[in-house]
């Protein structure tokens, strides 16, 4: 009698595996203010406690005040593994921020735009895992080896998607590393989308979870002149639209076409525009 086929570990993301995890899986990083949606915050546990193999390091690009790392840190805590979680951020919020994010999720006012002790203490449960590095991530270094899963949600302009890229991608592992793009659908920020696409023949769109996430395998390690020729600060608007309809039939076995037609009206309705900040919602 044949056996029935094993399930391959990241062919069952296209499956959001995830979704069936309670809640309370979570545990304490529940209580971690954060800007994931629900199933975000469930993706990125089950991917550092069911996916990762401990093969490198947990890397979050825009850890703000620690959300995303404490899923990360929970999903790793419960499956043992040694790797630290490597949490970037220029660490810093302003008033309005505060206001909408930080209050609203329990945070007690407070002076300033200094967010690293509110994000050191928030993650305290899970230390000492967690490794903090402050500043400008554009211009920081990766010397902590290979990486299984990058979280990336700090691309907030079109250079920083680019000098991200550039720094963390060479440290990725064919086959066996993700990168999770956090804002790939949303529809302030296209060149993510058109990055991905750009690097195609790297990386394999495999999973999705509402709202913007999209998680990519590494297939092959990108090379320092493929990296140069995907940079998207060159491109203007044609050249940017014409990646973001390629990265449409791409993501289209995810389901994802239609997401990808409004981040080209987006694109369309503010042009010339490369910062997240600057795109008004069409
Ligand atoms: C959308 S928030 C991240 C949300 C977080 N992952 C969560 O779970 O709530 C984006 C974060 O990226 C940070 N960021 C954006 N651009 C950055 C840069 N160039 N260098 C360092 N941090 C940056 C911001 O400070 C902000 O905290």
């Known amino acids: 009698m ?6 391959d570990r ?3 993301l296209s499956a959001r595996p995830w979704r069936r995890l309670l809640e309370r899986a979570l545990g304490a990083a529940r209580d971690v203010p954060t800007m994931l949606s ?4 469930k ?3 089950w991917l550092a406690g069911f996916w990762a193999e401990g093969a490198g ?3 979050d690009l825009g850890c703000f005040a620690g959300g995303s790392t404490a899923r990360l840190a929970e999903g790793r805590r419960v499956a043992g593994l040694v790797p630290p979680i490597h949490a970037f951020d220029r660490f810093t919020a302003d008033a309005r921020t505060k206001e909408a994010i ?6 007690t006012p407070f002076e300033g735009d200094d967010i690293l002790p509110l994000a050191q203490a928030a993650l305290a449960p899970w230390a000492p895992g967690i490794v903090f590095h402050r500043g400008e991530i554009d211009r920081m270094d990766w010397q902590g080896g290979a990486i299984e899963v990058l979280v990336m949600d700090a691309s907030k302009t079109v250079e920083s998607g680019d000098a991200m890229a550039a720094t963390f991608f060479p440290h990725l592992v064919p086959g066996g590393s993700l990168v999770v793009q956090q804002d790939c659908l949303h529809w302030s920020q296209p060149w993510l989308p058109a990055q991905m696409e750009r690097l ?3 990386f394999r769109p495999v999973g999705h979870a509402p709202r913007d996430t999209v998680v990519f395998l590494c297939e092959r390690v990108p090379g320092a002149q493929e990296l140069e020729a995907a940079r998207i600060a060159p491109f203007d608007d044609a050249a940017l639209d014409a990646s973001l309809a390629a990265a449409g039939a791409w993501l289209a076995p995810l389901g994802l076409a239609g997401r990808i037609e409004q981040t080209r009206a987006s694109l369309a309705a503010n ?3 490369r910062r997240a900040f600057q795109f008004v919602k069409p």
């Open 271 to 273: 042009p010339g525009k």
């Open 43 to 45: 993706l990125y546990y």
């Open 57 to 59: 390091a947990i890397v």
């Open 2 to 7: 044949d056996r029935p086929a094993l399930i």
């Open 10 to 12: 990241t062919d069952a």
């Open 38 to 41: 629900t199933e975000e915050q």
């Open 102 to 107: 930080l209050y609203r999720q329990g945070v």
């Open 200 to 202: 195609g023949g790297c």
